[in-house]
């Protein structure tokens, strides 16, 4: 008999598994090959597949209509662009926008350097980063 697996959250609107799947899926593998990695059928990979990236459409959707509705900010950060030089453009767009930002100099910096590493070669940004400062004072970084 298979155990049945919860739907546990991993963050946001994708589940555990859900997430397993897209980043075996972004290595390359086959629908085949992540059903006999994770232990199921090929169908449930494709539904696990199908229900993340319906889920990761509606987040930018409401991203963007935050966006737009201009309840939420964006900083556009170029390449070329200094690490040291983000959190300051990221903190003043906030401040122009009147949003509190709940973070300082250094977690933004920090954030930079570990969640936006594929964007970054040594100390200057390899690849353009869009951050969005929400009306709560947090940020996500795209």
């Not at 090959?33 to 959707?61: C, F, H, P, Y």
């Not at 209509?65 to 990221?90: C, F």
């Amino acid at each position: 008999m298979a155990r049945q697996r919860s739907a546990k959250r991993a963050s946001g609107l994708l589940t555990e598994r859900q997430i397993e799947v897209l980043r075996l899926r972004a290595q390359g593998y086959t629908q085949k090959r992540v059903a006999q990695q994770i232990g199921t059928s090929r169908e449930n990979v494709v539904l696990l597949e199908s229900r993340a990236k319906t889920n990761i459409e509606r987040a930018r959707a409401t991203l963007d209509n935050l966006k737009h509705q201009g309840l939420a900010v964006s900083v556009e950060i170029p390449k070329g662009t200094h690490l040291v030089d983000i959190p300051r453009m990221i903190l003043n767009r906030a401040n122009r926008a009147k949003i509190k930002l709940g973070a300082n100099f250094t977690r933004i910096y920090e954030d930079m350097r570990f969640k936006a590493r594929n964007h970054v070669s040594g100390t200057r940004v390899s690849r353009p980063i869009v951050v969005t400062v929400f009306p709560d004072g947090d940020y996500s970084i795209e």
